[in-house]
């Protein structure tokens, strides 16, 4: 009877869990038995393991009982990043391999029936996960996969090819037996960090629409999030895919922690290294594609959007479950995913940018085509975004229709490049003076931070009063007011950066003309 310890990991999150894989070979009927509350995927990893160490000339012990444990038991474990770990151990615990020599060491990788080793999702999540955890190990990857680990410092990652060239490494030797010469399919593999500065679309290509620039701005300078709404062609999807331009660029942490969570979902992508993320869901997308779940749970839209744009266009037609989902995300940054056996949770510090008609048919209130929606319709549309879910998007805009003059012969407005040198400035101050966006803003941290003058207090007591506002309310248009006085360069915020706050939280609805 012989036993074999090969370390691998499993991702609940983006928590990379230590799991052992105990393989047992004994006497007896043979059979290859695999157990550890492993998914269907992992359990399919017998045949491949089978195949891939034969097609590779290695021995299989068919005559054999062979058990392999994934340890702990209770820790669900899914795809086939398991297969180069099982694979290893049944070769050591038959003899082929050093176990010795397999010590801090950990793998990870889908073996194809020829023993070629294909990529796994969240190998970065995983690199990462250690890197925080301080955890001092050397990782085997499969090219592709590889090249996502060595991003983060530090880390000690190694590419394999093929399950030849990782067995070559650790095969018995002497104690005087020079150590193996690395095979064409083994390298240590060092990246270095791509640059940072990307290209997106340019601003400059949406003529006219100053107002919803304007406000695009402050919530770019800010961190905030908008409402726009307006007639069908209009401009809104274009001004949404030009916002994440306006961001300040990504910091290493920052690209890290998003290309990470893209990592888990197998999104990632070494080209959009540094890019904020602009997710667009469908509006048929569930609550569950949204926020995240399933078992063990992966990461939703929102959390693909980490340190970036969720763009959600047709904002009424998503379903009223999967809007009321984003409430408590748009608060705290961060979403858990809660099961019977097993929680998670993910990053989903986004800037939400929602786009909508202002009726049915789209046209209330434009001048190039009549609406011919009832009173009644535009309120049961438009009432389908609740209360408590408006009250937490801080700006409100209206796009309206451009003329046909101004939009054929209109100059080009002002570039992304000049807008993000003023919001990353602004961004910088608030930085400087709380640690934090605007935004971010929380409880004693608005009194201590906005900085509001006398007669600025006196205007937003009488507003919020007349205008019915919420607390919640109330302090969105104090950390907007915080920002326009940010890019204004003004220590303290006026009566004019409130009025300008507060007519971005109006009440957007209207009512169709007879």
């Known amino acids: 009877m012989s036993l074999a310890l090969v370390q691998s990991r499993a991702l609940l999150g983006l928590e990379a869990a230590a799991v052992t894989v105990e393989v047992h070979l004994a006497n007896g009927l043979p059979s290859f038995t695999l157990v550890g509350l492993a998914d269907v995927e992992v359990k399919e990893a017998r045949e491949r393991v089978r195949c891939a160490i034969q097609n590779s000339?290695?021995?299989?012990?068919?005559?054999?009982?062979?058990?392999?444990?994934?340890?702990?038991?209770?820790?669900?474990?899914?795809?086939?990043?398991?297969?180069?770990?099982?694979?290893?151990?049944?070769?050591?615990?038959?003899?082929?391999?050093?176990?010795?020599?397999?010590?801090?060491?950990?793998?990870?990788?889908?073996?194809?029936?020829?023993?070629?080793?294909?990529?796994v999702r969240g190998a970065l999540a995983m690199s990462l996960a250690l890197h925080s955890g301080q955890v001092v190990t050397r990782l085997v990857l499969p090219p592709g996969s590889a090249e996502e680990a060595a991003l983060v410092p530090q880390a000690q990652v190694y590419s394999a090819r093929h399950l030849l060239d990782v067995v070559r490494q650790f095969l018995p030797q002497a104690p005087d037996e020079p150590p193996p010469?690395?095979?064409?399919?083994?390298?240590?593999?060092?990246?270095?960090?791509?640059?940072?500065?990307?290209?997106?679309?340019?601003?400059?290509?949406?003529?006219?629409?100053?107002?919803?620039?304007?406000?695009?701005?402050?919530?770019?300078?800010?961190?905030?999030s908008v409402l726009m709404m307006g007639p069908p062609g209009s401009g809104k999807s274009m001004l949404a895919h030009r916002f994440a331009g306006l961001l300040p660029v990504m910091n290493t942490d920052e690209a890290l922690q998003s290309?990470?969570?893209?990592?888990?979902?197998?999104?990632?992508?070494?080209?959009?290294?540094?890019?904020?993320?602009?997710g667009s869901p469908h509006h048929t997308a569930s609550a569950v594609a949204l926020v995240g779940g399933g078992s063990p749970p992966r990461p939703g839209e929102i959390s693909l959007a980490h340190h970036g744009v969720l763009f959600l266009d047709e904002l009424p037609e998503f379903h009223r479950a999967a809007l009321e989902a984003l409430r408590e995300p748009l608060e705290t940054g961060s979403i858990t995913i809660s099961r019977a056996a097993r929680r998670a949770e993910f990053p989903a510090r986004f800037q939400l940018i929602g786009a909508m008609n202002p009726c049915p048919c789209g046209y209330l209130g434009a001048t190039h085509k009549a609406c011919r929606c009832t009173p009644?319709?535009?309120?049961?549309?438009?009432?389908?975004?609740?209360?408590p879910l408006l009250d937490r998007i801080d700006l409100h805009i209206e796009v309206?229709?451009?003329?046909?003059?101004?939009?054929?012969?209109?100059?080009?407005?002002?570039?992304?490049?000049?807008?993000?040198?003023?919001?990353?400035?602004?961004?910088?101050?608030?930085?400087?003076?709380?640690?934090?966006?605007?935004?971010?803003?929380?409880?004693?941290?608005?009194?201590?931070?906005v900085q509001l003058d006398e007669a600025a207090v006196n205007f937003i007591n009488i507003a919020a009063a007349r205008l019915g506002w919420s607390a919640r309310s109330t302090h969105r248009a104090l950390k907007v007011a915080r920002t326009i006085a940010d890019l204004a360069g003004a220590p303290s915020v006026q009566v004019s950066h409130l009025a300008e706050a507060m007519q971005y939280r109006r009440n957007l609805r209207a009512t169709p003309s007879a």
Request: aromatic fraction near 4%; include cysteine.
């Open 57 to 119: 000339g290695l021995e299989f012990p068919n005559n054999k009982r062979i058990t392999v444990n994934l340890a702990p038991a209770d820790l669900p474990k899914d795809s086939g990043r398991f297969d180069l770990p099982i694979a290893l151990g049944i070769l050591a615990a038959s003899g082929q391999l050093d176990p010795r020599r397999l010590a801090g060491h950990e793998f990870a990788g889908e073996l194809s029936l020829s023993g070629d080793l294909r990529p």
């Open 181 to 224: 010469e690395p095979s064409a399919g083994w390298s240590r593999v060092t990246a270095a960090l791509p640059a940072l500065d990307v290209m997106y679309p340019d601003l400059a290509d949406v003529k006219g629409q100053t107002g919803a620039k304007r406000v695009l701005e402050i919530a770019a300078a800010g961190a905030h």
């Open 259 to 278: 290309a990470a969570v893209a990592s888990l979902a197998g999104r990632f992508s070494l080209a959009r290294w540094g890019q904020r993320p602009t």
């Open 376 to 387: 009644d319709q535009v309120n049961r549309y438009q009432s389908k975004l609740s209360g």
């Open 400 to 449: 309206p229709a451009l003329a046909p003059a101004e939009l054929v012969q209109g100059a080009a407005g002002e570039s992304t490049q000049a807008i993000r040198a003023r919001c990353t400035a602004a961004r910088a101050v608030a930085m400087a003076r709380q640690g934090k966006s605007n935004q971010a803003l929380q409880g004693q941290e608005i009194d201590q931070h």
